[in-house]
């Protein structure tokens, strides 16, 4: 007698077993994509890291209504003094005019008192050091921003700005993120284009 394998009949997938095979094929699918996005996240991020401004920086700050306010990061590449100042700018030399009515001089008494301080702008600005995605705080002052400390001539004969000092600090390399803010409504500062510099004094060299 011949005595052959038994022949195991083809049993067709069923409905649940199809349903089953998707729901597992759509499930990495999408393991898949967030993985993708992930990565796709991380990438992007370290880009921006890379690509954040250095001194000197500037960024559009409103001065003249109260809640004004101003989010700034950038990138310090060499440990130095670094000023962080308001910049009040012109375009013709009557508004140039208008700004040295308003802003004061330079000059100081013995304790360190604007002789002319000019219109006072009380400015709160805080700024933190990320580390590996950790915030310190640097500094966190409410200040009178008053008098000045240059003035910037700009592309044409009668433009350029006026710069008043919020404060000056060291800075480590890094990168840092900066948070300024108004409190009082300033009428005489009103129409005057202004922004907060993140700078330095180039005839200073850097300590690194």
């Known amino acids: 007698m011949l005595v052959g394998k038994a022949l195991i009949p083809h049993v067709p997938a069923t409905p649940a077993c199809l349903r089953r ?31 954040l401004p250095q001194p000197h920086v500037r960024f559009r700050f409103g001065i003249s209504e109260p809640e004004s306010s101003v989010v700034g990061k ?15 700018e012109y375009a013709t030399l009557a508004e140039a005019a208008r700004i ?64 008043r000092l919020i404060t000056a600090l060291p800075l480590e390399r890094g990168i840092y993120e900066m948070h300024a803010r108004t409190t009082t409504r300033i009428p005489d500062l009103e129409g005057i284009p202004a922004s907060l510099a993140v700078t330095y004094d180039g005839r200073v060299n850097h300590t690194d």
């Open 74 to 88: 950038f990138k310090i590449e060499q440990v130095r003094q670094y000023q962080f100042v308001v910049e009040l």
């Open 100 to 163: 040295q009515r308003l802003i004061g001089t330079g000059q100081r008494f013995p304790d360190g008192r604007y002789y002319a301080p000019g219109v006072v702008i009380p400015v709160e600005l805080k700024i933190e050091q990320i580390v590996q995605g950790r915030r310190q705080t640097v500094y966190d002052k409410l200040i009178p921003v008053q008098g000045r400390i240059y003035q910037l001539l700009g592309p044409t004969n009668t433009s350029g700005n006026y710069g």
């Open 21 to 51: 095979d998707s729901e597992v094929a759509v499930r990495w699918a999408a393991y898949g994509l967030v993985a993708f996005v992930l990565m796709l996240w991380i990438a992007v991020a370290a880009a921006a890291q890379t690509d």
